[in-house]
T-cell receptor, first 115, second 112 residues
Framework: DAGVTQSPTHLIKTRGQQVTLRCSPKSGHDTVSWYQQALGQGPQFIFQYYEEEERQRGNFPDRFSGHQFPNYSSELNVNALLLGDSALYLC??????????????FGEGSWLTVV | QKEVEQNSGPLSVPEGAIASLNCTYSDRGSQSFFWYRQYSGKSPELIMFIYSNGDKEDGRFTAQLNKASQYVSLLIRDSQPSDSATYLCAVASPRGFQKLVFGTGTRLLVSP
């Protein structure tokens, strides 16, 4: 049983470019959340997708957008990249009916470097 | 005031000692509390979660929760060099569906 898978694992982009990161949730999970973790910081909640809609959003600008597909996989898009967007982007999935403590699973993350 | 606060460390302990990691949170309505371990360059890994006041033990790890004081801690007994990592405290937002609010993490160094 595959866990949460993310791609790509590492990428380098130039300021002003756009990036798309992808996440496949753990089998049986229907909710996907995205987090940004800057160096030396804890992960910060970007947004969460459920039933193909953004259910809640953290304090991130509109340059950050997302999508969830019918198979529950998700994409995170960031437009007009800034140097400050350089971070580890984490995807977390959780099952139907809400998550208890041990049912939120994180992927290995995508390292984004903006130069 | 930050929602979840941790001392960034580093916390240095000798091998075999007890490491004590602390976390405070601001939202009194919070119900669920988590400790994650994160090795450098890796994603967070869940170690413990706790919902009720008191202690919860799992092997060498004990999580302690005091909702009145808005305080949660993690004790690591018989610390090993392999425990050297950053430990993230996370609180499930009471107003969000499975949204986790993280502290900045405490770096633990266990010396042989």
């Amino acid at each position: 049983d595959a866990g949460v898978t993310q791609s790509p694992t590492h990428l380098i982009k130039t300021r002003g470019q756009q990036v798309t990161l992808r996440c496949s949730p753990k089998s049986g999970h229907d909710t996907v959340s995205w987090y940004q973790q800057a160096l030396g910081q804890g992960p910060q909640f970007i947004f969460q997708y459920y039933e193909e809609e953004e259910r809640q959003r953290g304090n991130f600008p509109d340059r950050f957008s997302g999508h969830q597909f019918p198979n529950y996989s998700s994409e995170l898009n960031v437009n007009a990249l800034l140097l400050g967007d350089s971070a580890l982007y984490l995807c977390a999935s959780s099952p139907p009916g809400g998550a208890s403590g041990n049912t939120i699973y994180f992927g290995e993350g995508s390292w984004l470097t903006v130069v | 005031q930050k929602e979840v606060e941790q001392n960034s460390g580093p916390l240095s302990v000798p091998e075999g000692a007890i490491a004590s990691l602390n976390c405070t949170y601001s939202d009194r309505g919070s119900q669920s509390f988590f400790w994650y371990r994160q090795y450098s360059g890796k994603s967070p890994e869940l170690i413990m979660f706790i919902y009720s006041n008191g202690d919860k033990e799992d092997g060498r790890f004990t999580a302690q929760l005091n909702k009145a004081s808005q305080y949660v801690s993690l004790l690591i007994r018989d610390s090993q060099p392999s425990d050297s990592a950053t430990y993230l405290c996370a609180v499930a937002s009471p107003r969000g569906f499975q949204k986790l609010v993280f502290g900045t993490g405490t770096r633990l160094l266990v010396s042989p």
